[in-house]
C-alpha cells in the first residue's frame, strides 16, 4: 500500500460573526486529500481532512514541511503490522521529525488536517465507519449509536438585536436540540461556564474553581497532551462535573488525543467529561467510537464543513450517525461534492 499523493488547498469559511474575542470575516482553513493506490468499488481510497475554525489556514507548513516527510518517506514506514493499512500513529512520529517540543499552537493545526485524512483511509480500508474502527480498537467493539450535541450560536452579527437571538435560540429547539440557552440562565444555573480566561492561565481557572461551585469548561485552545496534562494538575478542574472540550483536528490529530485520554485516566478522570470543540464528522466520529460525554455543533454557521450526516437529524438534542466507511464526509453531499471539486 502507498501515498500516490497529496494536495492541500486554503479554503474560505469567512463570516460576519464575531465572538467576545475575535471575528470571522477572514477565516480560512486548509482541506488536503491524501490519494492511495488502493482501490474501492474500482476507485482510489482517497483520505479527506480539514482543521476546525478558529484557527487559521496551515498551507506554509504543511507544503514546507508536513507533507514532504510524509511523501519521501519510504513506503514502508507508513504501514501498520499487517502491512495493509496506514499507521497513523507511525506517521505522526514522522510528521514531528526534527520538530522540537512545545509551541504547539500552529503546528498542531497542521498535523491535525493530516491526521483526519489518514484515520478516513483506514476506516475506507477496512470498510467501517471510523467510530466502529475506533470501538474496535479502544472499546471491544462498543460504540454509541447516538451523541449529545448542543448548538453552539448567539454570536454578534452586524444589527442584530434581542429579538434576533431569540429566534435564532428558538431555531435550535425546532431543529432539535434540547439544552436550552433561555432555560439554562433561569435561574442562573448554568450548563457550564466555559473560557473564564486565558487558555493557559492554569492559575487563573483553580481560583474560579475554588469559588464557582457549578460546572467549568475548557480545553478547546489546548493543543497537545501536555498542556491538558497541565491543566490537570495546576488548574484546579474537577472530575465530578467539569467538561473538557479539547478539539482533535487542532491538537494533533486523534493520535495525541488518545495520548489525553491516558492522561485524563491517569487523573481519573472518565472519557464522558470530554465533549469536543469542532462540530464536525471527525469529532462526531472519536465521540462515538471511544465513549465520549458528546461533540460541539454548529447549526448556521461555518457550513459546509460544521454539520453531520445529511440523514441524521437531530432528535432530543442527539445525533445519529451513518454506516458509512471512513470518517463519513460522503454522507454530507455539501461537503463532499466541495472537496471533490476542490481536488479534482
Known sequence: MRITDIQERQ??????????????????????????????GGRPVVGYG??????YAQSGILQERIIP???????????????TNLDPERIWRLMMRNEKPGGHGERSVAVGVIDMALWDIVAKVEGKPLYQVLADRYRGGQADSEVFVYAAGGYYYPGKGTDDLVAELRSYLEMGYDTAYGEALEPYGLRWYEEAGDPLDYQLQARLAATYALPLATGENLFSHQDVRNLLRYGGMRSDRDVLQMDPVLSYGLVDYLRMLVVLHEHDWS???????GGHQ?????AAGLGLGGNESYPHVFAPFGGFADDTPIEGGRVGLPDVPGVGF???RDLYELLQATFA
Open 50 to 55: 480539514f482543521n476546525s475554525n478558529g484557527r
Open 282 to 286: 471527525f469529532a462526531l466520529n472519536i
Open 69 to 83: 516527510r510524509v511523501l519521501e518517506a519510504p513506503p514502508e514506514d507508513l504501514l501498520d503490522a499487517s502491512e
Open 271 to 277: 472519557p464522558r467529561r470530554c465533549i469536543p470543540h
Open 330 to 332: 460522503e454522507a454530507k
Open 11 to 40: 479554503l474560505s469559511i469567512a463570516s460576519n460573526i464575531r465572538n467576545a474575542y475575535i471575528d470571522f470575516s477572514k477565516m480560512t482553513l486548509s482541506a488536503v486529500a491524501i490519494t492511495t493506490d488502493i482501490e474501492r
